[in-house]
């Protein structure tokens, strides 16, 4: 089984929802993850309102890459109003048949032959576990999903589908500036069921918006950047990398600089007072 990387790379900004990029510029950024030691490529049916699985898939074949050498995601289940599906509205699909079509969909685009790693994007009020359980197993049982996972899901979510498939994986938001999953027992229960996490938007809102969190971090990491001869983005990353959950970043970028620089953070031992000043930085209290 192919391993997933410690650093993985996230393509909803590759496409129509973010750079545009073309074939040869796809083609590059996938050699350019795949030198630099991240195999693992992050996708979801709705990105680019369903079209940016289709052109990395185009990529993906045109460089002729073995298809054990990487590690691919997706996610299935939002419905989502765009060119290619004219929909009311936004909603979500859990049902056996749209899982199902859903992750052959996914496959067939990314001219993947199957997924490593299949992921429920959001939790529905409406799932029913024994359609979601049943669309696994078939997806499993026919090679097409090596493992499956969940995305945005609170314990009690995980623990009403665990009963009947196994999950690996769950996806979600954490970063230093969004942080309360850290903290209302999400990961104390991701650790004791031994489900692994990946996180989302890893620098969170801090290049984003300049509000006084931003400049309240700035301010540790002006000091720390000298401290351990780091970028602010590194140390973003070391922060939530240096959380005993072993939490592996799903990073945005497709600049080869950054993608760079978010590898070298793996060596970022952060010490616990520094952790914890960028914690403080980012609460806008100290701790009790
Ligand atoms: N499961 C879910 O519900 C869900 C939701 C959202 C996203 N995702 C996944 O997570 C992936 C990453 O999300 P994200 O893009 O929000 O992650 P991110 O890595 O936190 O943010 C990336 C953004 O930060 C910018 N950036 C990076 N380093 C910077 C720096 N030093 N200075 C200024 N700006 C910098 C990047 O700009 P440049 O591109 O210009 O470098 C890019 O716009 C997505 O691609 C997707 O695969 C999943």
């Given at each position: 089984?192919t391993?997933i990387?410690?650093?993985i790379?996230g393509t ?15 083609e ?6 795949l ?5 693992t ?6 990105y680019?309102g369903?079209?940016t ?5 185009k990529?993906?074949?045109n ?9 691919f995601i ?7 109003p ?7 509205i936004k ?6 048949e749209?899982i199902?079509?859903?992750?052959e ?8 032959d199957y ?7 959001r ?6 576990e024994d ?8 997806l499993k049982k ?7 996972g969940?995305?945005?899901f609170?314990f009690?979510q995980?623990?009403?589908l ?6 690996k ?8 500036t969004?942080n ?9 229960y991701?650790?004791?069921s ?22 309240r ?10 401290k351990?001869d780091a970028?602010?983005d590194?140390l973003?990353?070391s ?6 959950l072993?939490?592996?970043?799903v ?13 070298e ?9 520094d ?5 403080v930085?980012s609460?806008?209290?100290k701790v009790?």
């Amino acid at each position: 089984m192919t391993k997933i990387s410690n650093i993985i790379s996230g393509t909803m900004g590759w496409g129509s929802w973010g750079h545009n990029l073309n074939l040869k510029e796809m083609e590059n950024l996938i050699i350019t993850c795949l030198e630099l030691g991240i195999n693992t490529f992050d996708h979801a049916d709705i990105y680019g309102g369903y079209t940016t699985e289709t052109d990395f898939g185009k990529a993906f074949i045109n460089l002729g890459i073995n298809r054990s050498d990487v590690f691919f995601i997706s996610k299935c289940g939002i419905q989502y109003p765009s060119k290619k599906r004219k929909l009311e509205i936004k909603y979500y699909d859990y049902s056996k048949e749209y899982i199902i079509k859903s992750a052959e969909t996914s496959i067939k685009n990314l001219n993947a032959d199957y997924l490593d790693l299949l992921l429920l994007h959001r939790p529905s009020p409406l799932m029913n576990e024994d359609e979601i359980s049943s669309a696994i197993d078939y997806l499993k049982k026919q090679g097409k999903i090596k493992a499956f996972g969940v995305s945005n899901f609170q314990f009690s979510q995980i623990e009403l589908l665990k009963t009947n498939c196994e999950i690996k994986w769950n996806q979600i938001e954490f970063s230093l500036t969004n942080n309360e999953l850290a903290f209302n027992g999400l990961f104390d229960y991701l650790m004791k069921s031994k489900i692994k996490a990946m996180a989302w938007s890893p620098l969170g809102s801090y290049f984003k918006l300049k509000d006084v969190k931003s400049k309240r971090i700035e301010r540790v990491l002006k000091l720390l950047k000298k401290k351990y001869d780091a970028s602010e983005d590194q140390l973003l990353l070391s922060w939530i990398m240096n959380h005993p959950l072993n939490i592996l970043p799903v990073i945005g970028t497709t600049k080869k600089e950054r993608i760079k620089a978010a590898i070298e953070s793996l060596n970022i031992n952060l010490d616990k007072s520094d952790w914890f000043s960028l914690l403080v930085a980012s609460q806008g209290y100290k701790v009790p």
